[in-house]
């Protein structure tokens, strides 16, 4: 039955690897497909009512937080640490409340009784966003002290989406290396790094393309595409010129 499972998941890996063991390798195969985590319900999806867990934590970077309780369908559980809180009411006009009156529920991040601190029931996904270097590495080593880290274990082990959104500059190489092992384990590493070859006009356009990231990384390219306008490449003159 092992096997089956293994040999019906698209993985290409080289074994021996530096660095993974034989459990590793199979944990890898058994949650992740290319490198992500494995699909959702999509009968949940298509009806709209998959629930999306939002956390903010104290990077800064609270307005693509904002943006993505805007655009996300189904029901919102917003957590924010709380540095993530300071940050919040720092960054944003009408602070916490800018982000409470956009999701579904607000949970408190001391509450580990929560319902969303548990993997029985339906499938859920999660959005660390942003996502503080503190938060990543806890994760990456297992740990679940409080609401945000312990809904992201859930995530992981249950084979559910979970996407970072880290915004660090420079990286040290423990934050790679955290990142890395979260990728293997089936998470989705989304750099709050927003692109300008779509020449963007104001600085809602360049949250919406790391918003638009986001959705891709959660499936959810029809919404992402409202957000952001598909690349068609850059013009060139033809070289057939009469």
Known sequence: M???AVQSVSLTVVWPRSGINGLELIAIALISRNGMALPRDDDLMAKGTMTTI??????TGAVYA??????LPGKKMLVVTAHGKEVVEHELEGGLGALQERATELLDNDDLGAEVSSGTGPGRQMVIV??????????????????????????LKEGWRLVLVPRESPLSLIHIENMSRLKRAGAAIVPASPGFYG?????????DFVVG????ALGMEDIAREAV???RGMKRESKNKH
């Not at 904002?66 to 655009?71: H, I, M, Q, S, V």
């Not at 020449?199 to 949250?207: A, C, F, M, R, Y």
């Open 213 to 216: 990231k986001v959705l891709n």
């Open 54 to 59: 939002v956390a903010v934590t104290g990077a």
């Open 66 to 71: 904002k943006r993505l309780l805007e655009l």
């Open 2 to 4: 092992l096997l089956t």
């Open 130 to 155: 942003p996502c503080s270097m503190n938060t990543l590495s806890k994760i990456a080593c297992g740990l679940a002290d409080n609401l945000v880290t312990r809904a992201a274990s859930v995530c």
């Open 199 to 207: 020449k963007p006009q104001s600085i809602e356009d360049l949250v």
């Open 229 to 231: 306008k598909p690349w």
